[in-house]
C-alpha cells in the first residue's frame, strides 16, 4: 500500500515557474512508476507526465512538452513536477499517482493503482 501527498500548489502568475512535490509512504518507492495528472474546473482528469522507476524514461502530454519536467529522487520517496512557462489554461487541481508498472496505455487512460488527493494551481492572466 502506497500513501501519497501533493505540496506546493498555490497562486502563479502567467510566464511564472512553480515546482509541485509529492510524497510517497513506504520503503518500496522505486518499486513504482510515478506521475502527474490535472484536472481543470468543469472538466475531467487529463494526463500530465509519468516517470518510470529508475527516472531513465519519461512521457508527457503535447500540452506541457517543453513546459514541465518530472523527476524523482528515490532516496526521498518524491516525485516532482517544475512547471515553467505557465499559462492560465494550466489551471487545475494536480494530483500525483503511483502504479507498479510504466505501461503508457494505463498511464494515459488514468486507471492506476494509488492516488494523491492534489493540490490545486491557479495561474492568473
Known amino acids: 500500500q502506497v500513501q501519497l501527498r501533493e505540496s506546493g500548489g498555490g497562486l502563479v502568475q502567467a510566464g511564472g515557474p512553480l515546482r509541485l512535490s509529492c510524497a510517497a509512504s513506504?520503503?518500496?518507492?522505486?518499486?513504482?512508476?510515478m506521475g502527474w495528472f490535472r484536472q481543470a474546473p468543469g472538466q475531467e482528469r487529463k494526463f500530465v507526465a509519468t516517470i518510470s522507476m529508475s527516472g531513465s524514461h519519461t512521457w508527457y502530454d503535447d500540452s506541457v512538452k517543453g513546459r514541465f519536467t518530472i523527476s524523482r529522487d528515490n532516496a526521498k520517496n518524491t516525485v516532482y513536477l517544475q512547471m515553467n512557462t505557465l499559462k492560465p489554461e494550466d489551471t487545475a487541481v494536480y494530483s500525483c499517482?503511483?502504479?507498479?508498472?510504466?505501461?503508457?496505455?494505463?498511464?494515459?487512460?488514468?486507471?492506476?493503482?494509488?492516488w494523491g488527493k492534489g493540490t490545486l494551481v491557479t495561474v492568473s492572466s
Open positions: 513506504g520503503r518500496t518507492f522505486s518499486s513504482y512508476a
Open positions: 499517482a503511483a502504479d507498479e508498472s510504466f505501461d503508457l496505455s494505463t498511464w494515459f487512460h488514468g486507471g492506476l493503482d494509488y
